[in-house]
């Protein structure tokens, strides 16, 4: 009895034991057969396949939680009520949960993975269905159990359950082996899910509740149903329908029933609902013991039913293995089961008509209130939109007034329905396109019910609360602002008693009182509500955490607000008793909730869909969609906090979307980054990635909120330095900077999220960050400063410098956040009471504790969308693009096609040819580089001009003429490149504006005004360095210039695309790109041309697009079959760019791919990973280059038909661009060998079949005379002819619907072989003089006159008749009369050579092949 009660405290503290199997357990082998066994032998039993349970907790178990109906329904009798229910089953649901629930590497139960995939369950059950009630149930191991509770109307405390069990394992290796489960029992997980999905969003009301339940531990001896049944020992269960494995038909298809341990009356309702509801027959059989967990419910005497996918004895042989896969389920079948379950539900829960039409009364009336004017006009209501009215409604008037009179009357539920109707209309993602009239109603309604003391108002309020948009000063976001405003104020007692609530109003008025300054009456109104709020419910508001503090620094330049913000650092207990300082706030962790109160619900879903279910190579299409639709204002700027914020805080993901190709976090976040062009906002969101350090507490944090900051740390090291350098930098000035009476605290903190970071593994060590040749010293020092337990001290720099304690942090104009003059109020505490140094971590004031209830995320509801570009420079820094994207240099090693992979070491892109000679400039300051003796001829030009730039407000303008003087001096002389380059590369590396007029030449075509933009310094460098370039001979001043902009390539600026852009755009001199290329020690131009070109397209896509006709131009033989630059160009491409290539390729003004069979290949494998749309433009460009040409376009089929065994159901664009290729394109034998072949080589199938029959069936509807001589052509040496007659056979009769009798009559003739045609043996008269007479010559006389007439056939003279007769074969009479007609015996010869035979003009050198083509002269010879 003790362990029943300590593993019960454990289940109800959400607590598990350390070790399930820390001690022996027992298990029943038989009912009979008990055994205490270890962990190693009860894993035994799961590699034997050997069913068993687990009794050890639950041996005084208390049967007899059954209540027996009166009379179980045994017949199916609610078809009315449950075939509407039936029209809304879908495949979509199940089959988007069962790809993600199988990405999961197993789900064993006593591990991590089977605890993220019950919690997988469990948060899509919550966010697909606010109005369900969902709990994890909690057991001694890891995996959670998942309960979905739907309530019944009658309260009689009845339950009826569906269930299946959510965990797997492969038999081999239970703990560690990878188990996709898709069958076993993911089918039966996504079949309830789907049921309770239609149940959830239909309108029916049942009489008894009905609880979903996806129970754990099934593999381990049914230990999850085991515990739920025993916490249900007291409530009164009706009955338990187990679904598992459903998903995998037998041959021929039926449901199987399980006879033993399970309840007659119950399997009988099964056989009768499949009859019903189903096509499909019923099969007994017997399980066995300890089957499934529906035999836990039938020990406990509840009753139990298991309908199974065929008879056990056709079961699935791949379950418990890794080859239980997602594409073994058949989910047409899948969903019969799912018919079962809902008509089980109805049967057994019983539908309450009333409820069901109280239901409906009440749609109506809420309708009438939110549609009908206030004033009280006529108002249609729409039957679409769910109110059924019956006559007694008629009746209704049509005021708002009298809707809610009304509605108050026929409410039998506390409003329950009406309020579950509202929160689903606010939490729709398109909430914000609702009328103005509708939201003022909405407010007005939810007035009445906090009258009325409706239960649940505050949860539909603070739903509302995300659809205030940040950012966002349209004007229907600002009267939905106002709208809240008044409602707040109005009900201002109601609202004090909700603490949740509160906070989040709170919050989320700090969120818009920024947007709405220029709107004085509701921003004065914003900021008074809430200092107000803040002031009387100051403890309540602490719930938020340290975002809080940062939503107070955001504002604590508004009056309002200041006195509050001094307070809270000066007279902190003023505000509450409980309060004890700034620190409380900054130690607690801001709960999910309110992170994500930030962003919209429309917002949340898509920013999941790219997180969850795209590649890293193929997300940043939509992420540019998602930027530019809710980023692309100067007002939205500040959600990129926000989107930090929850993408850190409140996004994270499950061991498998880690281990998966999905895009990782901190790559989505360094994409995101890129687009941020304002330094104060770059600094707010650089404040938001690492705000988490700066107070972290393993105790409280989660590593989760720091991994993303890591690894961009870590990940940006080699290609892009500055970007680890800028985050190392400002962790180094906030940890001083953004509370110096905290700075040790906070140092400290820091450097226990970097240990902790490294101890778990999230990277092994940051010495490759400290080591790096380019790190420089100042930034090793700041790392030693940061972490000195995990990096040894830094080497001084060679001048004096002050200490690092001592001297006050340099701001960076990037990285500052906090800076009291520009970003936010000092952090002023009075000296009288400022505190003491901080002590250790474990002596600071505990974190505010909040209620559980907010300790989830209120997420919005997931769908599925269809929805773009940001870096192909973290796609290529991390390791995650395709090694495709550049073409190869060529090599020694007789590779033909010029092309290869070139990639990095540790994945990131690097262009190996071009880097060939790159040494990191020597690790010395600008000043060292001054000293430098070739530079004396510069006297201080150099020095003015390093000062310049050093300058508060550099002018971009004085610097561009300076630099220019210096590169004109330099190519002159024989001054050091290296120093040089050093010098200039300083510029780029000091944040200097990098807009240039040039490269932004795509907002003129976007409409916008490119005025206000200027030249930066690299055009003057640029112009400067073109003076030299385009010089007719390779002097050494244009050599040195261009080895200068080497060196700069070298350095990290990017030069090459913008070079590329001056020589062939503005100066018309492609030689000048050429010459740069070749002072590469191993360069190649279409190495150059593909690197340049990505950079191009990646930060300038519009600019990419329209200079790609020029730059082909200049580079032609660099194009046609480059990867690299096909991927450039199908990366962003949209379809008015696809007509636009399109047009140019087929005016000859662009080719890409070429004729080189094997690079066309290569470049169609490579795009084959891509995503939908990218390959859909990519065939259509390739079918604009290629279509019609035969050669190639078989070449092509030959590839993806034979090579890759393309499956158009897997890679269906492809598949359609190939038909397309094929249409546009002649029929051919060689085309109709692949054909034929791809079907023997799919072994017959319908795949093969299916596809050649589309092709064939498209060839004979525009080409069917060339088809059938293509076909009569097929060599018999390369297709047998059983072969050939056999893919006809299958084509004829799968496409008989679109053929006539006179088609298939033509094809099969076509097919028949033809007999060869005769030789026609000539006697030998060649030494016979052939006349009238038959006068016998002489050979020499022969000869003499075969010369004659040689020589007259090629002066092209007329020969005799005689002549002819010699030359020619004796021929029939009749065929002599058809070629000659009356006029055959006139000697009149045809002019030049010719003579008119069958109606149509031969050349005498036809005339023997004339004879051999026609049968009738065949025939007529042979009959000779």
Same mark, same amino acid.
């Given at each position: 009895m003790w362990r029943l009660i300590v593993c019960a405290w454990f289940a109800a503290s959400g607590l598990a034991l350390d070790n399930l199997y820390s001690h022996p357990r027992l298990i029943a082998l038989s009912p009979t057969h008990h055994k205490w066994m270890n962990t190693t032998q009860v894993h035994g039993l799961m590699r034997d396949g050997q069913r068993f349970r687990d009794i050890t907790d639950i041996q005084e178990l208390l049967y007899g939680c059954s209540q027996t109906l009166s009379k179980f329904p045994t017949t199916v009798s609610q078809q009315a009520i449950v075939n509407p229910l039936l029209k809304q089953v879908s495949q979509e649901a199940p089959r988007a949960m069962l790809t993600n629930f199988t990405r999961f590497h197993n789900r064993y139960y006593n591990g991590d993975w089977g605890r993220q995939s019950s919690e997988f369950i469990y948060t899509l059950v919550r966010n697909m269905f606010p109005q369900v009630n969902v709990t994890r149930f909690q057991h001694r191991f890891p995996q959670a159990s998942v309960i979905a509770r739907v309530e019944g109307h009658e309260n009689n405390g009845e339950i009826v359950v569906v269930s299946a069990h959510q965990n797997s394992i492969n038999q081999q290796d239970p703990q560690n082996g990878r188990a996709p489960g898709a069958d076993d029992d993911g089918s039966g997980t996504v079949a309830i899910f789907e049921a309770l999905r239609v149940l959830a969003t239909s309108s029916l009301k049942l009489q008894r509740t009905v609880e979903f339940h996806w129970y754990a531990g099934e593999e381990g001896g049914l230990l999850g149903s085991a515990d739920v049944v025993q916490a249900y020992a007291s409530k009164s269960v009706i009955a338990d329908l187990h679904l598992d494995m459903v998903g995998v038909p037998a041959q021929p298809p039926a449901v199987g029933i399980v006879t033993d341990y399970t309840d007659p009356d119950t399997s009988k309702l099964v056989r009768a609902l499949t009859s019903a509801y189903t096509d499909l027959p019923t099969r007994d059989f017997q399980c066995g013991y300890a089957c499934s967990d529906h035999a836990s419910w039938h020990e406990a005497g509840v009753r139990s039913a298991i309908p199974f996918e065929s008879q056990f004895i056709d079961y699935n042989t791949n379950i418990h293995s890794a080859q239980d896969t997602l594409n073994t389920v058949d989910f047409t079948h899948l969903l019969k089961y799912v018919r079962i379950a809902l008509g089980f539900v109805v049967e057994v829960a019983g539908a309450s008509e009333s409820m069901h039409s109280h239901g409906e009364l009440v749609n109506g009336v809420v309708y009438g209130i939110l549609t009908v004017p206030a004033e009280g006009n006529t108002v249609r209501l729409d039957s679409n939109a769910g109110c059924v009215l019956t006559l007694w409604t008629a009746q209704l008037t049509t005021d708002r007034v009298s809707y809610l009179r009304h509605l108050n009357i026929i409410s039998r539920d506390g409003f329950a329905h009406a309020i579950s109707r509202l929160k689903l209309l606010e939490t729709a993602h398109r909430f914000a396109w609702v009328r103005p009239e509708v939201r003022s109603q909405l407010f007005w309604l939810l007035s009445e019910l906090v009258k009325v003391s409706a239960h649940g108002?505050?949860?539909?309020?603070?739903?509302?609360?995300?659809?205030?948009?940040?950012?966002?000063?349209?004007?229907?976001?600002?009267?939905?602002?106002?709208?809240?405003?008044?409602?707040?104020?109005?009900?201002? !007692?109601?609202?004090? !008693?909700?603490?949740?609530?509160?906070? !989040? *109003?709170?919050?989320?008025?700090?969120?818009?009182?920024?947007?709405?300054?220029?709107?004085?009456?509701?921003?004065?109104?914003?900021?008074?509500?809430?200092?107000?709020?803040?002031?009387? #419910?100051?403890?309540?508001?602490?719930?938020?955490?340290?975002?809080?503090?940062?939503?107070?620094?955001?504002?604590?330049?508004?009056?309002?607000?200041?006195?509050?913000? #001094?307070?809270?650092?000066?007279?902190?207990?003023?505000?509450?008793?409980?309060?004890?300082?700034?620190?409380?706030?900054?130690?607690?962790?801001?709960?999910? *909730?309110?992170?994500?109160?930030?962003? !919209?619900?429309?917002?949340?879903?898509?920013?999941?869909?790219?997180?969850?279910?795209?590649?890293?190579?193929?997300?940043?299409?939509?992420? *540019?969609?998602?930027?530019?639709?809710?980023?692309?204002?100067?007002?939205?700027?500040?959600?990129?906090?926000?989107?930090?914020?929850?993408?850190?805080?409140?996004?994270?993901?499950?061991?498998?979307?880690?281990?998966?190709?999905?895009?990782?976090?901190?790559?989505f976040l360094g994409g995101l980054l890129r687009f941020i062009r304002s330094p104060v906002v770059a600094a707010n969101a650089k404040l938001a990635l690492f705000y988490d350090w700066l107070f972290y507490d393993p105790k409280s944090d989660t590593i989760m909120n720091i991994e993303p900051g890591v690894l961009i740390i870590a990940q940006s090291v080699d290609k892009y330095t500055f970007m680890t350098a800028s985050f190392i930098e400002f962790l180094a000035y906030e940890s001083d900077a953004y509370l110096p009476e905290l700075a040790p605290a906070i140092r400290g903190s820091i450097r226990l999220a970097m240990q902790d970071a490294v101890e778990k593994g999230v990277i092994p060590s940051?010495?490759?960050?400290?080591?790096?040749?380019?790190?420089?010293?100042?930034?090793?020092?700041?790392?030693y400063h940061l972490f000195p337990q995990l990096v040894p001290p830094a080497p001084e720099p060679a001048q004096s410098e002050a200490s690092t304690d001592d001297a006050e942090p340099a701001k960076d104009d990037d990285a500052m956040l906090l800076d009291s003059t520009d970003m936010l109020p000092p952090v002023a505490v009075d000296s009288e009471t400022t505190p003491e140094p901080p002590k250790p971590a474990v002596e600071l004031p505990l974190p505010i504790a909040m209620p559980q209830s907010i300790q989830t995320v209120s997420a919005a509801p997931k769908t599925s969308i269809a929805l773009d570009p940001v870096s192909r420079m973290f796609q290529e820094e991390f390791g995650i693009v395709d090694t495709e994207l550049v073409p190869e240099i060529p090599t020694d090693t007789g590779n033909t096609n010029g092309i290869s992979d070139m990639t990095a070491e540790g994945g990131a892109l690097e262009d190996a040819a071009l880097v060939a000679s790159a040494e990191p400039l020597p690790e010395i300051s600008v000043e060292q580089v001054l000293e430098d003796t070739s530079l004396w001829l510069f006297g201080s030009t150099l020095q003015t001009f390093v000062d310049s730039v050093a300058a508060a407000e550099p002018d971009t303008k004085q610097i561009g003429r300076s630099v220019k003087e210096i590169v004109y001096m330099f190519a002159q002389s024989e001054a050091s490149i290296s120093a040089i380059a050093h010098i200039l590369a300083s510029i780029f590396s000091d944040s200097l504006d990098m807009e240039d007029i040039e490269t932004n030449a795509e907002l003129a075509a976007a409409g916008e005004s490119s005025d206000g933009l200027k030249h930066d310094v690299l055009h003057y460098i640029l112009t400067a360095a073109a003076e030299y370039a385009h010089m007719t001979e390779m002097t050494n001043s244009t050599r040195r210039v261009l080895q200068l902009l080497v060196q700069l390539t070298e350095a990290k600026v990017d030069v090459g695309f913008r070079w590329l852009l001056h020589s062939v755009i503005n100066a018309g001199k492609p030689v000048q790109y050429a010459r740069y290329v070749d002072q590469y020690a191993e360069g190649t131009l279409q190495a150059a041309l593909v690197r340049d070109l990505g950079v191009l397209q990646e930060q300038f896509p519009g600019l990419f697009y329209a200079v790609l006709p020029q730059i082909y131009a200049a580079f032609p033989d660099a194009f046609p079959g480059c990867r690299g630059i096909v991927k450039s160009v199908v990366a962003l491409i949209d379809q008015p760019q696809v007509y636009r290539l399109s047009a140019l390729i087929a005016r000859g003004q662009l080719q890409l791919f070429g004729h080189r069979q094997a690079a066309i290949t290569a470049i169609i494998g490579m795009t084959l990973e891509s995503d939908a749309f990218e390959q859909v433009c990519f065939w259509q460009l390739l079918n604009a280059e290629v279509g019609g040409d035969e050669a190639r376009v078989a070449g092509i089929a030959h590839y993806l038909l034979l090579e890759k065994k393309l499956d158009p159901a897997d890679n269906s664009e492809a598949a359609t661009g190939l038909l397309a290729l094929l249409k546009a394109t002649q029929p051919a034998p060689s085309l109709l060998k692949s054909l034929f072949t791809y079907v023997a080589a799919t072994d017959n199938s319908d795949v093969g079949v299916d596809f050649s029959g589309n092709a064939l069936t498209a060839w004979l509807r525009t080409s069917k005379a060339v088809l059938l001589n293509a076909l009569s052509e097929l060599a018999p040496s390369?297709?047998?002819?059983?072969?050939? #007659?056999?893919?006809?056979?299958?084509?004829?009769?799968?496409?008989?619907?679109?053929?006539?009798?006179?088609d298939r009559y033509e094809i099969q003739q076509a097919l028949v072989p033809k007999p060869a045609a005769p030789v026609i043996e000539v006697p030998d008269l060649s030494g016979v003089e052939r006349s009238s007479e038959h006068r016998p010559v002489t050979r020499s006389q022969k000869a003499k006159e075969d010369n004659e007439r040689k020589r007259r056939i090629s002066n092209s003279q007329p020969i005799s008749r005689q002549q002819s007769h010699q030359e020619t074969p004796k021929r029939h009479k009749n065929s002599s009369a058809n070629s000659e007609g009356s006029d055959s015996s006139s000697d009149v010869p045809m002019t030049r050579g010719r003579r008119r035979r069958n109606g149509r003009n031969l050349t005498a050198g036809d005339d023997n092949q004339s004879y051999q083509s026609s049968p009738i002269l065949s025939s007529a010879s042979s009959s000779d």
């Open positions: 108002v505050d949860q539909v309020v603070l739903v509302l609360t995300r659809q205030v948009r940040s950012g966002d000063v349209t004007q229907g976001n600002v009267k939905l602002c106002w709208l809240m405003v008044r409602f707040a104020q109005a009900n201002y !007692t109601w609202l004090s !008693t909700f603490p949740v609530l509160v906070a !989040t *109003m709170v919050y989320m008025l700090g969120r818009v009182a920024l947007d709405h300054s220029r709107i004085p009456d509701l921003h004065t109104a914003e900021c008074e509500l809430a200092t107000r709020l803040l002031c009387e #419910q100051f403890h309540e508001c602490c719930m938020i955490g340290r975002d809080l503090v940062r939503m107070l620094q955001d504002v604590a330049r508004i009056p309002v607000f200041h006195d509050l913000w #001094q307070d809270m650092l000066q007279q902190p207990q003023s505000l509450s008793p409980l309060f004890t300082g700034i620190e409380q706030l900054l130690r607690t962790p801001t709960p999910p *909730m309110f992170l994500a109160n930030r962003i !919209t619900y429309e917002m949340e879903a898509r920013l999941r869909f790219i997180l969850e279910n795209l590649p890293a190579t193929s997300y940043s299409r939509n992420l *540019m969609w998602f930027v530019q639709r809710y980023l692309s204002t100067p007002e939205s700027e500040s959600l990129f906090s926000d989107l930090i914020r929850y993408i850190i805080g409140v996004f994270h993901p499950s061991n498998a979307v880690l281990a998966s190709n999905v895009v990782p976090r901190y790559v940051i010495m490759p960050i400290y080591e790096h040749p380019r790190i420089e010293v100042d930034i090793r020092q700041n790392l390369t297709l047998s002819a059983d072969m050939v #007659q056999s893919v006809v056979s299958r084509w004829l009769e799968r496409y008989s619907q679109q053929l006539d009798d006179k």
